[in-house]
């Protein structure tokens, strides 16, 4: 049965609030008029819809409409209605007061087993007792039983990859908005923090359940900031990020785990549980290469291959081969980085196989036997697989000589092993090879030890007679001081040698000094030269560009005292101008010729000559003089 829980937008409930704390602070009553006012200038609300709104949180309680007596203005001692925020706590009665779909008010039903509600438009379900989509669909959509630590555990690194994409997400109200607003619109609060306390307490006892916690996000957020906001948009990819990581829980966890934690450089070789099917699989433009099928669908399957990147691909089913394929059929060529992918499928094999002789139920035959008796080679560990990337092998010591006893007076005797040579795999990709060197995937730029040679000393007891062992060294010296007593004595010539040698010696450290002193003296004048044209070079320039600066300089105090001499000559040829219009004004003109007049006629007529008056008189002024006869 539908119930009406909320009506108003949650929006506009804020932008209320917004508008009742403004007209407060400016010590008024936050009345209809001043309310609608704001409304419509800050954010383009019309009155109609304003005045709906206003019931609507007058109704749910987010608005309390009180009573005040105007105290200033034309309105000192009128009774108005105000609108004030409300301050008790809304009271939490079980369910939410929006729809869960669309996070808007109205109408809606109530689920029997959680706090959501929906509108009847928003679900498809006539069912007297109903069921939210989200206590239904959650637990069928992510089906898997995992021990609560290890879901957990888990669930953690979900929780580390979705809060590095979204920040905004982690702490929802931001510790720097009133968290009032927050209580009085959300009914259920949630972020990644809380999900992420959660997770460390081990309170996730399913994968539903975490989803769950990031679908209550997505409808917090979109109610508090709406749906349209960037907030909101961040919130809806954050759960698709988190429906596609529990959905790779699901497929394989062991995967999931090994992918993110990356405890180890060979992550990718160790087997799930149980192993995944192994199979060439080919990309467009791409060879066919080994790979894990993570998931099989009806027409295509999504495998994860070998190698460097560890990639993913969806690859339809005619473009995939069973492991057991051999190298002609698959027609690939011999290059690094397939050696390096080939390699690791080994060592995934191999322990493949280890792990199937632990279990008594695992098939006869080995999968690594499966690629000897199809490639026809024997299968061995990549030296790199087996001692780890970049570690080289240690020569061996040949246990019998450091078993055997020691004598009294041991004689050390170097014994040189025989040297080996071992010729390179041929990395030629023609397809002229033989099956034989066409699987060999051993790395090539690797040189075993056994191929160098090698040289160690073993310490040999020996039980030999005083004589034998007696130093070489004592015997020469009798023989030496035999000879010496059978000759005759002569004078020793040592000192005269020894001088000439060091007077040699003398002249030669001379020469040497000589020279050097010399060189040095060259190199100290030239660079001595040089810095003397470079400092002279420098004071020039210095020189230079002070004049440059004094001349312009000059040059701009003379423009200015040109321009300065050049506007004080025009305010004087201004002022005489003036000064020679008012006297000209001052004066009085001849009315026939236009000189100065000395004659005065009438009122605005004078003469210069009794001539001119005369000829004016008879030809016209007799009929306009104004003088008085």
Avoid at 367 to 376: A, C, F, H, S
Avoid at 515 to 532: I, N, P, Q, V, W
Wanted: proline fraction near 5%; glycine fraction near 4%.
């Amino acid at each position: 049965m539908a119930v009406k829980r909320r009506q108003g937008c949650p929006q506009t409930a804020l932008h209320m609030w917004d508008a009742i704390a403004y007209i407060r602070q400016q010590k008024q009553i936050p009345n209809v008029d001043r309310l609608s006012g704001y409304m419509k200038r800050v954010y383009n609300l019309n009155p109609p819809d304003f005045e709906r709104q206003l019931k609507f949180a007058v109704s749910d309680e987010l608005v309390v409409l009180k009573k005040s007596v105007g105290c200033k203005g034309a309105k000192v001692g009128i009774e108005q209605d105000g609108y004030r925020i409300p301050d008790e706590e809304q009271e939490r009665d079980g369910h939410d007061w929006y729809c869960f779909e669309c996070h808007r008010g109205g109408e809606v039903i109530l689920c029997s087993t959680c706090h959501r509600v929906y509108h009847e438009l928003c679900v498809s379900d006539d069912s007297e007792t109903f069921v939210c989509p989200v206590c239904k669909e959650n637990p069928e959509k992510f089906i898997a039983t995992f021990k609560k630590s290890e879901l957990n555990t888990l669930l953690s690194f979900t929780c580390i990859r979705l809060k590095e994409k979204t920040r905004e997400l982690h702490r929802i109200p931001h510790p720097d908005d009133e968290k009032w607003r927050y209580t009085y619109l959300i009914y259920e609060p949630m972020d990644l923090i809380t999900m992420e306390d959660k997770m460390k307490n081990c309170e996730y006892v399913s994968l539903a359940e975490f989803y769950t916690d990031a679908q209550q996000i997505v409808h917090n957020v979109s109610v508090y900031f709406g749906m349209q906001s960037t907030i909101a948009e961040m919130a809806r990819q954050m759960l698709i990020d988190c429906e596609y990581d529990l959905a790779e829980i699901v497929r394989c966890a062991n995967c999931y785990k090994m992918s993110n934690s990356k405890n180890n450089k060979l992550w990718f070789c160790q087997p799930c549980d149980p192993p995944h099917e192994l199979v060439y699989a080919k990309l467009r433009g791409y060879p066919y290469w080994p790979a894990k099928i993570i998931k099989k669908y009806d027409t295509w399957y999504d495998v994860r291959f070998f190698g460097a990147k560890h990639q993913r691909g969806q690859i339809d089913l005619g473009f995939v081969k069973p492991i057991s394929t051999s190298y002609k059929k698959l027609g690939v060529k011999k290059t690094a980085s397939f050696d390096r992918a080939y390699n690791e499928l080994r060592h995934h094999m191999r322990l493949v196989e280890e792990a199937s002789k632990k279990d008594p139920s695992a098939k006869n035959q080995s999968p690594t036997k499966i690629l000897e008796e199809v490639n026809g080679v024997a299968m061995q560990d990549s030296p790199k697989l087996k001692n780890g990337p970049g570690r080289k092998r240690k020569s061996t010591t040949t246990p019998a000589a450091a078993k055997a006893p020691s004598a009294k007076k041991p004689v050390t005797v170097p014994v040189k092993k025989n040297k080996k040579f071992y010729q390179e795999s041929p990395t030629s990709s023609s397809p002229k090879n033989n099956p034989e060197d066409a699987v060999i995937l051993e790395d090539h730029n690797f040189v075993s030890s056994s191929s160098q040679e090698t040289v160690s000393h073993s310490s040999i007891g020996v039980q030999t007679d005083k004589e034998l062992i007696e130093p070489e060294d004592s015997v020469l010296d009798k023989t030496v001081s035999e000879d010496t007593n059978n000759k005759p004595t002569k004078e020793c010539e040592c000192r005269a040698k020894y001088d000439k040698l060091i007077k040699e010696l003398q002249v030669r450290l001379e020469d040497e000094h000589n020279e050097d002193k010399a060189k040095a003296l060259k190199e100290f004048s030239e660079r001595l030269t040089g810095d003397l044209e470079a400092e002279k070079q420098k004071s020039v320039s210095a020189a230079v560009d002070k004049l440059k600066r004094e001349h312009k300089e000059a040059q701009r105090k003379a423009e200015e005292s040109r321009k300065e001499a050049h506007e004080l000559q025009v305010v004087k040829m201004i002022e005489q101008h003036r000064l020679e219009i008012s006297e000209t004004k001052k004066k009085q003109w001849c009315y026939n010729c236009e000189s100065e007049a000395i004659y005065h006629c009438c009122w605005n007529t004078s003469y210069c000559s009794v001539e001119c008056q005369q000829v004016h008189w008879h030809k016209e002024h007799k009929r306009t003089c104004r003088r008085k006869r």
